[in-house]
């Protein structure tokens, strides 16, 4: 039987346990808001930072393009449909080249719900003198009459400009002044680019000099670094009585001088270093280069001569396969006057001589020298890419950069998570290292705004929808190589010299006189 | 109820049936207690969250600011940045243009564009092709402060020893080849506090 007390404390527990559970309720629904609140600043932040973090993942994306340029490769790392990972987020690039073979490369990244895409232009260059084009270290005179323009030897043969198209600027510049004469009969004295002085210098144009291009003065000097004699073979004299000729195949001389006589030809077969103390062409004779399968370089340590007959040939026309290093350490003064006979196909780096272009010998590459003049009426047709050619390193200037619109496409599912998308699919995402795309095909081609580009990479990274007409197509282009010779990187296999013999001509030591006729095709 | 007999009278107990009136009076007193600590205590956080919150909200606002400045500079090239005002000196709005690609071996620039703040609210204004009739404007941010922290306007000192005198809440100042971009934000929150915030940041230029 239960006792009154017992009834009444029966009574009381509903309402103690009602107030408990109202309590804790009430705590449950503040702690939800407060929850919900810290959430939603989470959430907020959370998506500041990961905006951070793609638009920095694009960067590294763009680094990475750009080394995988400067290996080879061709600036494509990973697609939209295969990223590669880097830290919280992936990332894929695009890479192609205008007809300016500048490269513009798109990098596109994905960081949780964030996107980010940045755009660069770059040139990519060889360190190289040779790049300054027409440059002097002192004073520059440009004759009157005289014609300088530039091209690419890359893209072919030299073609004149068409009227009001300039697609190649040349660079002439100095550490002094430049004077840029002005008539010449009728003829106006034309320069197609930018004609750069020294530091506090100036370019005075005559009346009828033309100068379509930039004219501002240089912020520094630029200094002209002395030449560096490779290490060659010693060989001896090579010497070409007149009327004769003579043969040195691929391979690397070295030899007190080189002496062509009076209406001889000595031929020299790329890739070929040849290091002389002087070199001497008499009367209307002809040094012949075969640049062909590989480039010839040719070190001058003390004395050149040419005359107004002779000639410097070099049959391919490239001028990238013809270089002429003149060190001239011990000349004290004067002027080293290129006569030519023709055409000369190559580059010229003389920083200690002051180096004449004569009218009569029009010169296809680049001349850099401690002095530079052009004689009335030169024409001078400045090869942009004339520093390819005995180069060390590649090197890079950034033209053009700036963040653009992610595509819809790619922007437009923001609850697509890139990371958890491919870890749920089972796909492994490769490290940027591995994501590099090499050069496997080149398509040169028109897009639909008119731009030309040209892909390079290979058939399953190329988007062939963007593509208007297709102008040239190479598949399996030779892979570009680093050579022995001035490490030069081209898109021409070279052999390599090292594993060139050296083989005198009819078992004679030296550029003997040979009885076969050398078939020109110059 | 139990009948209980007393000097031969019957009378009815029922104090099981409620509280008495002081059981009452101290059950109200506890609960009062209660939940005025509860009140102060949920008061107290609700204050500490919503000043935490509103500072970290200040904080993302002004980054997000500064973001969209940073990457507007960074896309422009450094001499078309007018005015290039060298410390100690400042201003507070910059004209710029910015590289829109390459064609033909030339740089392409965009219409001229300006950040600048306008005094009068306190707002971060972007503007392209200013004055002209495709002008574009859009706020990029708010609370700017009527100066910078710790500097008195116009008294010709630099008093909060930055390098730069008499600072606006948004400065532009030119070093080398970047742009420093200091922002002072102010805001009141809904509890009647004063927040202000400072950032600084430096922008190279790309272009």
């Known amino acids: ?522 | 109820m139990k009948p209980v007999r007393r000097n031969g009278q019957t009378r009815t107990v029922t104090r099981e049936g409620g509280f008495t009136l002081l059981e009452l009076i101290i059950a109200a007193g506890i609960l009062a207690i209660i939940i005025v600590n509860m009140s102060m205590l949920l008061r107290a956080t609700s204050q500490t969250h919503d000043a935490s919150e509103d500072t970290q909200a200040l904080d993302l606002h002004a980054r997000q600011t500064l973001d969209r400045i940073v990457i507007a500079l960074q896309s422009a090239a450094k001499n078309s940045v007018i005015p290039a005002a060298e410390a100690p000196l400042y201003s507070s709005a910059v004209d710029y243009d910015v590289s829109l690609g390459v064609e033909d071996g030339e740089l392409v620039w965009g219409e001229p564009e300006r950040i600048g703040l306008q005094m009068d609210t306190g707002e971060v204004l972007w503007y392209r092709s200013l004055g002209t009739e495709e002008e574009r404007r859009v706020v990029w941010g708010r609370y700017v402060g009527p100066a910078m922290l710790g500097e008195s306007p116009q008294n010709g000192l630099d008093d909060n020893t930055n390098g730069i005198i008499d600072e606006l809440g948004l400065s532009f100042t030119v070093a080398g080849d970047s742009v420093i971009v200091r922002m002072t934000l102010e805001r009141t929150n809904s509890a009647g506090v004063a927040l202000v915030r400072e950032f600084e940041q430096v922008v190279a230029f790309r272009n």
């Open chain 1, 1 to 522: 039987m239960k006792t009154t007390h017992q009834r009444a404390h029966a009574s009381r527990r509903g309402s103690a346990l009602a107030l408990s559970l109202m309590i804790v309720t009430i705590v449950a629904l503040l702690s939800a808001m407060m929850l919900q609140l810290s959430s939603a600043h989470w959430r907020r932040e959370a998506g500041a930072v990961d905006q951070k973090r793609a638009f920095y993942i694009a960067e590294a994306g763009l680094s990475e393009a750009i080394y995988g340029l400067l290996q080879g490769n061709s600036g494509i790392v990973g697609t939209q449909e295969l990223p590669v990972r880097f830290g919280d987020g992936v990332f894929w690039t695009q890479a192609e080249s205008d007809a300016q073979d500048i490269v513009h490369i798109e990098s596109t990244a994905l960081c949780g719900q964030a996107r980010a895409k940045l755009a660069i232009a770059i040139e990519l260059y060889y360190d190289n003198a040779l790049n300054l084009g027409a440059f002097s270290g002192r004073n520059m005179t440009i004759g009157a009459g005289a014609y300088i323009d530039a091209y690419n030897s890359k893209n072919g043969p030299y073609s004149a400009p068409l009227p009001g198209a300039v697609l190649y600027r040349a660079t002439v510049g100095s550490n002094g002044d430049v004077s840029v004469g002005g008539l010449r009969g009728l003829v106006p004295t034309t320069i197609l680019g930018n004609v750069t002085p020294g530091p506090d210098k100036s370019v005075s144009v005559a009346l009828g000099g033309n100068v379509v291009g930039n004219t501002s003065p240089r912020a520094d000097s630029v200094e002209l670094p002395l030449i560096t004699i490779p290490a060659a073979s010693w060989f001896g004299p090579m010497t070409v009585s007149p009327a004769g000729t003579g043969l040195l195949p691929s391979g690397t001389y070295a030899g007190p001088n080189m002496t062509i006589g009076t209406n001889a030809t000595g031929t020299i077969v790329g890739p070929a270093i040849v290091v002389v103390d002087s070199l001497h062409l008499a009367g209307s004779a002809r040094l012949r280069v075969d640049s062909s399968v590989g480039p010839v370089e040719i070190y001058v340590r003390q004395a050149m001569t040419t005359t107004a007959l002779s000639s410097i040939v070099n049959v391919t026309g490239d001028p990238r396969g013809l270089s002429l290093w003149l060190d001239m350490s011990t000349r004290t003064g004067g002027v080293l006057s290129f006569a030519h006979q023709g055409a000369f196909h190559g580059s010229i780096y003389a920083p200690r001589a002051d180096v004449a272009i004569a009218a009569n010998a029009p010169v296809y590459g680049s001349v850099v020298a401690g002095g530079l003049t052009l004689a009335p009426g030169a024409q001078f047709h400045i090869d942009v890419s004339a520093g390819d050619l005995g180069s060390t390193d590649m090197s890079l200037s950034v033209l053009h950069w700036r963040p653009v619109a992610v595509p819809r496409e790619i922007a437009g599912d923001l609850r697509y998570e890139p990371l958890a998308d491919f870890a749920a699919r089972g796909v492994a995402l490769p490290a940027p290292g591995a994501g590099h795309v090499p050069i496997d095909m080149a398509v040169e081609y028109t897009r639909d705004d008119g731009e030309v580009r040209t892909f390079r990479g290979t058939e399953e990274t190329f988007d062939r929808s963007v593509v208007d007409a297709v102008i040239e197509e190479v598949v399996q282009p030779p892979v570009r190589t680093e050579n022995r010779v001035g490490q030069r990187r081209s898109w021409t296999d070279i052999d390599d010299p090292v594993t060139a013999k050296l083989k005198p001509v009819k078992g004679k030591r030296g550029m003997g006189p040979r009885d076969d006729d050398d078939d020109d095709d110059d």
